[in-house]
């Protein structure tokens, strides 16, 4: 930092760089002189009230600034908190700085500031245009593994987690994404120290250390992060499909690298040098594309990125050349039948066509036209037949990739001829542009009223998308559709044949006569390949449409009324009940902040049932299941129209949320209302039968996730009535098809219903959805003494073990979570308990993960169970490094060392946590549906605290820092392991 004082700078600067009437200091003085040149603005929705501008700096770095056009919170507020902060950080400063942090925080106390603006994140992407196609063959992951070690400090600010603590410290996070082609950095932090963090983030880019002592640590990071991925069969699947591409090619590669390929295989020597060597290469400037957000003026952030991203280093050199690797998949291996075992109990088909890159067809997108027939769920699809069959529960499609999950082997070769009659009568039909325009309306819409992502999510997503449109489409490139084009329709169309095909059937049973014979090299997967029938490859390719397929009709649902109501004088500021029955309670509130055309219908619907016993739990799981797959098909447009719907099994019985444009939300709710009434009449047995089945495979694939597992065993232990994934398991087996037509009757007969509707609706159409609604189901309520109840018990003295052996024995992942309880809720003790994780977090982190390397995930979380309030800590740890007792052994030697932070945690850093907690509370939503979901908690869970944040705030801003050392000593945290209410799982 440089060396004048905090208020010269203010003095100083304020002239020059205020603009638009908003006073704004500049934390430094800033190097501007970077000559640049301005590009195209891109296009934006019409409901972006953000500002952009495109630069492109002389070193060849192109970079997109987001002036946010809402309120600019007070920078100048907390300038001695900056101040502060590098006072206590960088000790080579000078004493100018440390006397003028002094000083300002005397002023500090004195004065009694108003409370600070809605805080909002500021954020910025960073991508490079490399990544793991570039990695030497001889070393596979070497791409992903730069993209550890450039985060590992910098020449400007050595400390190696200086960047992570500074960002977490204050309210923020970071992370990063190796992909094929390119590479992306991002974070987010307080607007405020937003400077200092793009100051920080530059400078891995423009020096970066990666020192020696660095490398065996994150290559056991990497390492750790390959040995989550083993068990997921989407990665298995994916690495057994590049090993089929061309040798030669860097498709066929092993992105993830481990500690084969970065350890036993390469020297540390020739390691250092090749990250080193690698960055050089390619870490260049004119192959970076920079996105950053923030409520700033435009020209501040340009001065920003001038100043932090001039000096990144250019080479000029051009990039890999990949042209020369075209038809990468014309290899024998690729059209072939695969039996792939899976990891998880599951059954699976999966056919792929490789298609020659549709990147420069962005205008008309033909692939995702032809998605999007393939894909249709609603009445003459492909999908509705084969579920009607019974061959198939779900189907996905994406870029002339299919997969579909079915019940039996012997159908194995129906359902792809299903398939080809599907596609053979969409290629009789030719491209139809009655159908494309109904998707460009949909997607045009969606475009014009969306909602606003959050900053981090956004400039992730943009710096990417910069390397692949123009300035212009850097925002709408991947979303809209622009023009159609029915030659490459038809094109696309042609290229799905069954010759090109290569077919990958994932399951546990195989046909007779077969083995797993081959292993693949980098996921140790099991499978045996076949050659496909020519007669069947014959059969497939002049098999006629079926009578029951058909394109989708025009669409039921599509909104034309996007009207948004008035505003009303003295509008609460939070949920009003305007129902109260004895079956009934509707809470109600207008937006009138987000003006979208938009609405939310949440409903509870409560039964004593959900508490008897794990059968009737299972009951409620099952019923929602088929509820389900009974509506797809009329449904369907309805979500095609962007409305949507989802049922969810909680612990007093079933929600349904129903949101999306508000004009036809009713439609859709009454469509839903007739299914629960006549379940029985569309139940059959066959559908029956086969969710039963999948059902029992969804319980058994959370029991064998370590983390579900832990979850689900510490409330088991905690909470009476709770019931496990194990008692659901085992209870499934025996329901019948009695059972269930008996069930669904008494569900829907005797319910309490909560309600909360919010968004562009009226009060009078609110309730009158609510009454249509209970008419309908025509239902008693429960009665009070029947609502249902939970006891959470008070854990012994001292600790409680529980130790239960992952299901998977191929998994070497285990979790060790120690819970430590505190007593009943109070918004004090919950603020307490919140500081004290904020104070903790990051040492935390830094001792278990980064020094001691336990495992990848290290976290804690503060827990409400029911009204009583604890906190977890948890680590996800590999069984085959560090014994479960061992982790348990140091999260309590952390424990410890906590304590001491906590009690000699001066006065100072206290305030400034208690500063970055109330800006978390105070964070702006981005959207709607965050203040619905906030409002929805306090309903569900019978709080009805709808101000909550706000008492927090109000508590934060009370505690002393001498009652949250008296509150950790009185629970015995420190030191008295006798004391505590510890569970370990
Ligand atoms: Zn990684």
């Known amino acids: 930092m440089n060396k004048t004082s905090a208020k010269n700078r203010s003095a100083k600067e304020a002239s020059n760089l205020t603009s638009k009437n908003v006073s704004y200091t500049p934390p430094v003085q800033l190097n501007t002189n970077v000559k640049f040149e301005v590009l195209p603005t891109p296009v934006k929705s019409a409901s972006d009230k953000k500002e952009y501008k495109v630069i492109r700096l002389e070193n060849g770095l192109t970079a997109c600034l987001i002036a946010d056009e809402a309120p600019l919170s007070d920078l100048s507020e907390d300038e001695s908190d900056d101040e502060s902060i590098e006072f206590e950080e960088s000790e080579e400063d000078s004493e100018e700085d440390s006397i003028c942090g002094m000083n300002d925080e005397d002023e500090d106390d004195e004065c009694k500031k108003p409370p600070a603006a809605e805080q909002k994140m500021a954020a910025a992407g960073l991508c490079i245009g490399v990544g793991s196609f570039s990695d030497p063959k001889s070393v596979p992951g070497m791409a992903h593994f730069l993209e550890h070690m450039v985060f590992m400090g910098s020449e400007k600010f050595p400390v190696e987690n200086d960047f992570d603590s500074?960002?977490?410290?204050?309210?923020g996070s970071d992370n990063a994404s190796t992909d094929c082609e390119v590479t992306t950095f991002y974070f987010e932090c307080f607007e405020k120290h937003f400077y200092t963090a793009l100051d920080k983030f530059a400078q891995f880019f423009i020096a970066p250390l990666m020192k020696r002592s660095s490398i065996t640590r994150e290559r056991e990071a990497i390492d750790s992060e390959f040995q989550m991925a083993l068990p997921s069969d989407t990665y298995r699947k994916e690495q057994l499909l590049v090993s089929f591409a061309r040798s030669d090619c860097p498709v066929n590669s092993f992105t993830w690298g481990n500690l084969i390929t970065l350890k036993e295989n390469i020297s540390e020597e020739d390691l250092y040098k090749g990250v080193h060597e690698f960055r050089k290469r390619h870490y260049s400037a004119h192959r970076m594309t920079l996105a950053i957000q923030a409520r700033l003026p435009m020209d501040v952030l340009q001065s920003y990125v001038l100043d932090c991203f001039g000096n990144v280093p250019t080479n000029n050199l051009p990039p890999d050349d990949f042209k020369q690797f075209s038809d990468v998949f014309a290899t024998p291996a690729f059209t072939k039948m695969y039996y792939v075992q899976p990891s998880n109990e599951l059954t699976q088909l999966e056919l792929t066509w490789a298609l020659p890159s549709l990147l420069h067809k962005y205008k008309s997108k033909p692939h995702q036209y032809v998605s999007w027939l393939l894909g249709d769920e609603g009445k003459g699809s492909l999908l509705s037949y084969l579920r009607k069959k019974v061959w198939a529960l779900s189907m996905s499609t994406g870029n002339?990739?299919?997969?579909s999950e079915h019940n039996s082997m012997y159908a194995l070769f129906s359902v792809i001829e299903m398939v080809f009659s599907y596609i053979n009568m969409l290629k009789e039909l030719g491209p139809q542009q009655r159908i494309y325009n109904e998707v460009k309306t949909i997607e045009d819409t969606s475009f014009k009223f969306s909602t606003e992502e959050t900053a981090v999510d956004f400039v992730e997503d943009l710096c990417e998308a910069m390397?692949?449109?123009?300035?212009?489409?850097?925002?709408?490139?991947?979303?809209?559709?622009f023009e159609y084009d029915s030659e490459a329709i038809k094109t696309v169309l042609l290229s799905l044949i069954p010759e090109k095909m290569n077919v990958v059937i994932l399951c546990n049973n195989l046909p007779a006569g077969l083995s797993y014979d081959k292993t693949e090299k980098w996921f140790g997967t099991k499978y045996t390949e076949k050659e496909i029938p020519a007669e069947w490859l014959e059969k497939w390719k002049n098999?006629?449409?079926?009578?029951?397929?058909?394109?989708p009709p025009p669409n039921p649902f599509l909104t034309e009324d996007f009207t948004i109501l008035e505003e009303d004088e003295n509008h609460p500021d939070y949920p009003e009940k305007v129902l109260s029955t004895e079956l009934v309670e509707l809470w109600y509130r207008k937006d009138q902040k987000f003006k979208l055309p938009i609405a939310f219908y949440y409903l509870y619907l409560i039964t004593p049932v959900s508490q008897e016993s794990p059968f009737t739990q299972t009951m409620m799981d099952f019923f929602v299941n088929l509820l389900q797959i009974q509506l797809i098909e009329e449904a369907y447009p309805a979500q095609v129209a962007q409305l949507s719907y989802a049922f969810k099994t909680n612990d007093k019985g079933i929600t349904l949320k129903v949101s999306g444009y508000n004009e036809k939300l009713h439609v859709l709710i009454e469509l839903i209302t007739k299914h629960l009434v006549n379940f029985n009449s569309s139940l059959t047995e066959d559908m029956f039968v086969a969710v039963k089945d999948k059902l029992t495979k969804y319980y058994y694939n959370c029991l064998l996730k370590p983390n579900t597992l832990s979850k689900d065993i510490r409330l088991n232990v905690l909470v009476d009535s709770y019931y496990t994934m194990v008692d659901k398991y085992n209870s499934i087996?025996?329901?019948?098809?009695?059972?269930?037509?008996?069930?669904?009757?008494n569900f829907v007969s005797k319910?309490?219903?909560?309600?909360?509707?919010?968004?562009?609706?009226?009060?009078?159409?609110?309730?009158?959805?609510?009454n249509n609604f209970i008419t309908t189901l025509n239902c008693q309520a429960i009665g009070a003494e029947s609502y249902p109840k939970f006891r959470v018990i008070q854990i012994p003295k001292g600790e409680s073990l529980c130790k239960v052996e992952s299901f998977n024995r191929n998994d070497c992942n285990s979790i060790v979570t120690n819970y430590y309880q505190s007593g009943p809720f109070s918004i004090r003790d919950s603020v307490i308990i919140e500081i004290i994780l904020l104070i903790i977090q990051e040492p935390l982190f830094d001792t278990l993960r980064t020094k001691e390397q336990l495992g990848y995930h290290v976290y804690c979380s503060i827990r409400e169970t029911y009204g009583i309030l604890g906190f977890t800590i948890t680590v996800n740890a590999q069984a085959t490094k560090n014994s479960t007792q061992y982790v348990d052994s140091r999260i309590e030697k952390f424990i410890k060392q906590a304590s001491d932070l906590l009690v000699n945690m001066s006065a100072k850093s206290f305030e400034e946590t208690k500063r970055d907690l109330i800006k978390m509370k105070q964070c702006t939503d981005v959207h709607l549906k965050e203040e619905v979901n906030r409002n929805w908690s306090e309903i569900i869970d019978d709080d009805y605290i709808f101000d909550r944040l706000k008492q927090e705030i109000k508590a934060i801003e009370q505690l002393k820092s001498s009652e949250v050392k008296k509150w950790w000593e009185k629970h015995s945290f420190c030191g008295n392991r006798n004391n505590c209410r510890k569970l370990s799982v």
């Not at 390397?467 to 559709?481: M, R």
């Not at 087996?733 to 269930?740: G, H, K, L, V």
């Not at 909560?754 to 309730?767: P, S």
């Open 166 to 171: 500074f960002i977490s410290k204050r309210g």
């Open 400 to 403: 002339g990739e299919s997969g």
């Open 467 to 481: 390397h692949f449109y123009p300035p212009e489409d850097y925002i709408t490139g991947s979303e809209l559709y």
């Open 543 to 551: 098999i006629k449409p079926l009578a029951e397929f058909s394109i």
């Open 733 to 745: 087996s025996s329901i019948t098809f009695e059972n269930m037509k008996q069930f669904a009757q």
């Open 751 to 770: 319910l309490y219903i909560k309600v909360l509707v919010q968004g562009n609706v009226q009060k009078e159409v609110a309730v009158n959805v609510v």
